[in-house]
């Protein structure tokens, strides 16, 4: 009966510093058992992971939000000379934080203009129009790092509108976007495919 009761003031007591402790902690089911497992590390070597294309680019993606209890996703990324990575957007609930590792990235927001080379870091807030393109001469390589994470969803439902050669359809780009919180402003991609001499 003694031991019993123990047992029965240690679950209370369980119970009550998860409840009291919030998401932070390990959630305990009825039988003090966790229902999903603490953080473990994870490893991804490189050139693992999912891949993809997208036109003349490709990506590579290493981490989604189901890894990293949602904080963010993550993904490397090659667009050659002459593409536009992504048309003029915008989205509300998320920030793409770019680093560059090969070549060069010009990167648009608002009405900035930023030349990110390698080894530099670039924010693209959310709220705000930003595209960004490689008008340079070499292919340039970057990771992407999307806060808080689910970008990452969007960007693998995008590989495969260009599975087995394939192009977007009209219409195509515009419902994927608007279920992943992407906006275009497609009345500013002529002035960059102009300026710029890239295409998407």
């Given at each position: 009966?003694?031991n019993?009761?123990?047992?029965?003031?240690?679950?209370?007591?369980?119970?009550?510093?998860?409840?009291?402790?919030?998401?932070?902690?390990?959630?305990?089911?009825?039988?003090?058992?966790?229902?999903?497992?603490?953080?473990?590390?994870?490893?991804?070597?490189?050139?693992?992971?999912?891949?993809?294309?997208?036109?003349?680019?490709?990506?590579n993606?290493?981490?989604?939000?189901?890894?990293?209890?949602?904080?963010?996703?993550?993904?490397?990324?090659?667009?050659?000379?002459?593409?536009?990575?992504?048309?003029?957007?915008?989205?509300?609930?998320?920030?793409?934080?770019?680093?560059?590792?090969?070549?060069?990235?010009?990167?648009?927001?608002?009405?900035?203009?930023?030349?990110?080379?390698?080894?530099?870091?670039?924010?693209?807030?959310?709220?705000?129009?930003h595209?960004?393109?490689?008008?340079?001469?070499?292919?340039?390589?970057?990771i992407?790092?999307?806060?808080?994470?689910?970008?990452?969803?969007?960007?693998?439902?995008?590989?495969?509108?260009?599975?087995?050669s394939?192009?977007?359809?009209?219409?195509?780009?515009?419902?994927?976007?608007?279920?992943?919180?992407?906006?275009?402003?497609?009345?500013k991609l002529?002035?960059?495919i102009?300026?710029?001499?890239?295409?998407?």
């Open positions: 009966m003694m019993a009761q123990k047992l029965s003031r240690r679950k209370i007591l369980q119970l009550l510093t998860v409840s009291m402790a919030g998401s932070s902690m390990t959630s305990l089911n009825a039988f003090g058992k966790d229902i999903y497992e603490k953080d473990k590390p994870i490893y991804i070597p490189s050139g693992s992971g999912k891949k993809g294309k997208i036109g003349e680019g490709s990506i993606f290493k981490f989604d939000k189901g890894q990293t209890n949602g904080h963010l996703g993550l993904s490397e990324s090659i667009l050659p000379a002459g593409l536009i990575g992504a048309p003029p957007h915008y989205h509300q609930n998320f920030d793409e934080i770019c680093r560059v590792t090969q070549g060069v990235l010009t990167i648009m927001v608002g009405t900035e203009i930023f030349e990110v080379k390698q080894g530099d870091w670039h924010l693209r807030p959310k709220g705000i129009v595209s960004f393109w490689n008008s340079g001469s070499q292919t340039a390589k970057f992407e790092i999307y806060t808080p994470g689910g970008h990452e969803r969007y960007m693998s439902e995008l590989t495969h509108l260009f599975e087995s394939n192009r977007p359809k009209p219409g195509d780009l515009d419902a994927l976007a608007h279920r992943h919180d992407i906006v275009f402003d497609w009345t002529e002035g960059i102009k300026k710029y001499n890239v295409h998407l």
